[in-house]
């Protein structure tokens, strides 16, 4: 199965509104990643964060290792944050991508 | 700001033939890899190299090569170039274990007609 499941697949915000967007793995993997990509784009690391809770301006990333999950809290969503974004999970040097969540902030 | 550099941005090549795409770091990261990306199936890993003279076969490796000269570059081959190989690839440099982040490129867009 996949080992990498991101969800949902999709969401749609008005300017102002909160994102959740989950991401769960399988046990071969660790040393989770949120990776953002604008359409037609390449991807930008937003966090690296195998543990725990990491926080850089809007976004928020936490990881609970026992529980196979990582997640991504986008606060106070800006038409800017339009795009896709990726969880990615190591193992043994080599990093497998979720599908993707693909979200739309209308002003 | 770690760099990393991909040519062509575009290409056009036809069926059979040859097709090389470059990727060039200046972050000094030992690991390097090419994904591509495609609707429904997200990043899949291609080729990856733990180092100078090293190359390793990830995921979807049937149909490509790759060779890694040195530290810095890293190629992708197509040596018969299909049309399921549209697509857009990626190279990124890196080493997800040693705690250190993913740098990608621009990508190549890749047309087989």
């Known amino acids: 199965g996949q080992q990498v499941q991101q969800s949902p697949a999709s969401l749609v915000l008005q300017e102002g509104e909160n994102a959740e967007l989950q991401c769960n793995f399988s046990?071969?993997?660790?040393?989770m990643q949120w990776f953002y990509q604008r359409p037609g784009g390449s991807l930008v690391s937003l966090f690296y964060?195998?543990?725990g809770t990491k926080q850089s301006g809007r976004l928020t990333s936490t990881t609970v290792i026992k529980e196979r999950r990582s997640s991504l809290h986008i606060s106070s969503s800006q038409t800017t944050d339009s795009g896709t974004y990726l969880c990615?999970?190591?193992?043994?040097?080599?990093?497998?991508f979720g599908h993707g969540t693909i979200l739309r902030v209308h002003p | 700001e770690a760099a990393v550099t991909q040519s062509p941005r575009n290409k056009v090549a036809v069926t059979g033939g040859k097709v090389t795409l470059s990727c060039n770091q200046t972050?000094?990261?030992?690991?390097m890899y090419w994904y591509r990306q495609d609707t429904g199936h997200g990043l899949r890993l291609i080729h990856y190299?733990?180092?100078?003279?090293?190359?390793e076969k990830g995921d979807i490796p049937d149909g490509y090569k790759a060779s890694r000269p040195s530290q810095e570059n890293f190629s992708l081959i197509l040596e018969l170039a299909t049309p399921s190989q549209t697509s857009v690839y990626f190279c990124?440099?890196?080493?997800?274990?040693?705690?250190?982040?993913?740098?990608f490129g621009h990508g190549t867009k890749l047309s087989v007609l």
């Open positions: 990124a440099s890196g080493d997800p274990i040693s705690n250190e982040r993913l740098f």
């Open positions: 046990t071969s993997l660790n040393s």
């Open positions: 964060n195998p543990s």
């Open positions: 990615a999970g190591a193992n043994t040097g080599k990093l497998t």
């Open positions: 972050n000094n990261h030992n690991n």
């Open positions: 190299s733990y180092g100078a003279g090293s190359t």
